[in-house]
């Protein structure tokens, strides 16, 4: 209790989640829409815009029963920032952006693909376009 009688906010946390109130949301997990590059073939890989899971300690992403970890020092030498922790393959993983100039070599010709559970989504809230038909 502070001097004025009220609940510090630290307690009060801790008193909500042994109340079973928190439970959901301390071990709920952050989701993001995101862009995944494959780097494992060279500078352009195939690319898509899709749903990851964040870990709680912001290392690693999880993508459709794959796990990404960090790279460390700047990333493996072909621009990659992640790697998937199974194939050891190395990935560019970073927001959606705007203006959907997602690629760090733009002189790719290859599409972007978006999956369907996030296009509205992505359309809408991230490009702030009409979703295409």
């Known amino acids: ?3 004025s009688g009220g609940k510090q906010p630290f307690r009060l946390a801790i008193d909500f989640a042994i109340a079973g109130c928190g439970g ?3 071990n709920a997990r952050r989701t993001r829409i995101m862009y995944i590059e494959d780097k494992s073939g060279g500078l352009n890989g195939p690319a898509r815009i899709g ?4 870990s709680q300690s912001g290392q690693s992403v999880h993508y459709q029963e794959r796990t990404f970890q960090r790279l460390g020092g700047g990333g493996g030498g072909l621009k990659s920032n992640y790697f998937d ?8 993983i970073s927001g959606p952006r705007k203006d959907g ?3 760090l070599y733009p ?7 978006v999956d369907t559970d996030v296009r509205d989504e992505y359309w809408r809230e991230i490009r702030g376009l ?3 038909q």
């Not at 002189?107 to 693909?113: D, G, L």
């Open 1 to 3: 209790m502070t001097k």
């Open 24 to 26: 959901l949301a301390m």
């Open 51 to 54: 749903r990851v899971t964040i």
């Open 85 to 92: 922790v199974a194939t050891g393959e190395e990935y560019w």
């Open 101 to 103: 100039a997602d690629r």
């Open 107 to 113: 002189s790719s010709t290859m599409p972007i693909e």
């Open 130 to 132: 009409p979703v295409p």
